[in-house]
């Protein structure tokens, strides 16, 4: 890793098992450590001001959540990003966050369609004016919601858990060519559907969109993307 800064010193009085898996964590998912970087525990462990032995359990818990990646012999890697996995993770995402967008849609209140309503108008000013950073926050909130009114804990549940595996194609597709404009029109697509009430067409639209950033990436230079992303502070 050299000299380069990716992580913060402990500023905080936390655990420091759990501070040093926030802030690699962190560092993975927003590309400050890159896909395939080695992690040095010593070097970790210099960036965030505490000892090797809470850097090397922060290490083995995000190996088994699939973040990082320990080669025999080799040490600790950041885990790859792959097309395979890109689609896969869209795949069961569009399906999975298609049928919270149809429960969605028949439990939604006024005040829930307005917030969404108003959340689509900002994410695609944003989008309009070159804001990657902002669209994408804007955007993420757009999709939490809709998954919230579905009601369905258990559907809540497991996209909340596939959201973090999928933050970094996210981030990648939120900088590539044309996608913010793209996605502000699937947007509003989705929220004519809402407002007609029509929860199957809402469902469609939501799995269309989704399914449409799938085909963007896959004809973007993903590698290249992540080292670009890495100098948008998301």
């Given at each position: 890793m050299g000299t380069k800064q990716s992580l913060a010193p402990i500023s905080a009085p936390v655990s420091m098992e759990k501070f040093a898996y926030d802030a690699i964590k962190e560092a993975i998912l927003t590309f400050k450590l890159q896909p395939g970087e080695s992690l040095v525990e010593v070097a970790l462990a210099a960036q965030l001001n505490t000892s090797k032995t809470p850097v090397r359990d922060a290490l083995t818990h995000l190996v088994r959540e699939g973040f990082v990646e320990k080669i025999p012999f080799k040490g600790y890697t950041v885990g790859l990003i792959s097309r395979q996995a890109m689609v896969e993770l869209f795949e069961i995402r569009g399906v999975l966050e298609?049928?919270?967008?149809?429960?969605?849609?028949?439990?939604?209140?006024?005040?829930?369609?307005?917030?969404?309503?108003?959340?689509?108008r900002e994410h695609s000013a944003a989008a309009a004016a070159g804001d990657t950073v902002l669209a994408s926050q804007i955007n993420h909130r757009f999709h939490n919601l809709l998954i919230e009114c579905s009601g369905s804990e258990r559907i809540i549940s497991i996209l909340t858990n596939l959201d973090e595996h999928l933050q970094r194609y996210r981030l990648l597709s939120n900088i590539s060519a044309g996608r913010l404009e793209k996605s502000a029109r699937e947007h509003e697509e989705i929220m004519q559907a809402i407002r007609s009430g029509n929860a199957h067409d809402a469902e469609i639209s939501v799995r269309r969109h989704l399914a449409s950033v799938i085909d963007d990436l896959a004809r973007q230079d993903i590698d290249l993307l992540a080292t670009q992303v890495s100098s948008f502070s998301f």
């Open positions: 298609g049928l919270a967008t149809r429960h969605a849609v028949e439990r939604m209140s006024a005040d829930e369609i307005g917030r969404a309503e108003n959340l689509v």
